[in-house]
């Protein structure tokens, strides 16, 4: 996969100095996470070890979806700074127009799943900890926790913004 290094360039005529200093901010760490793609890419093909490489794609598929984000947030800054009709890649917080009790209901069943998994991997760490220096395993049921903190937070997030006033 080879990714364009160079900094994307928006014209900012017409931008506050503020939108034009984060937009150029966004679109070179992009830039820099295309590059740190490639040194990952390049460190997976050399290595002979089958476990840093598999740990390097790891990494790689949080590099994907950094480099996705940065790019998505660069877009949508440029979308709204120019008053574009179209809608930014980033949606706007509009949780106002959905069902609010349909909403709460389904992130709170989502909430309730996330908590159980989040018991279970806990449960899993201490079933493995005997060959938790000897395999990848700790690690990655120690990832898969993150992750599950990770959408909690996201559902959380959620609730707390379906109401605008509370």
């Known amino acids: ?5 160079q900094t994307p360039v928006a014209n900012t005529a017409g931008w506050s100095v503020g939108e034009a ?3 150029q901010h966004l679109a070179s760490h992009g830039a820099h996470e ?4 490639e040194e990952y ?3 997976a093909q050399d290595t002979e070890s089958n476990a840093l490489r598999y740990l390097i794609e790891v990494l790689m598929e949080d ?9 998505d947030l660069a877009s949508s800054l ?3 700074a120019n008053l574009s009709a179209v809608d930014p890649t980033i949606p706007r917080m509009d949780f106002h127009r959905a069902d609010r009790e349909r909403v709460r209901e389904v992130t709170d069943r989502l909430l309730a799943c996330e908590r159980a998994d989040h018991r279970e991997l806990k449960r899993l760490r201490k079933e493995i900890r005997d060959v938790k220096d000897t395999t990848l395993w700790d690690l990655l049921v120690d990832l ?6 990770k959408h909690i937070a996201i559902l959380r997030f959620v ?7 509370g």
């Open 1 to 5: 996969m080879e990714l364009d290094q």
């Open 21 to 23: 200093e984060l937009f």
């Open 34 to 37: 295309g590059a740190l793609l």
């Open 41 to 43: 890419a390049k460190a």
């Open 63 to 71: 590099e994907r979806k950094h480099h996705r984000w940065f790019s």
């Open 78 to 80: 440029q979308s709204d």
């Open 144 to 149: 898969m926790e993150r992750d599950t903190e």
């Open 159 to 165: 609730n707390k913004h379906l109401d605008p006033f």
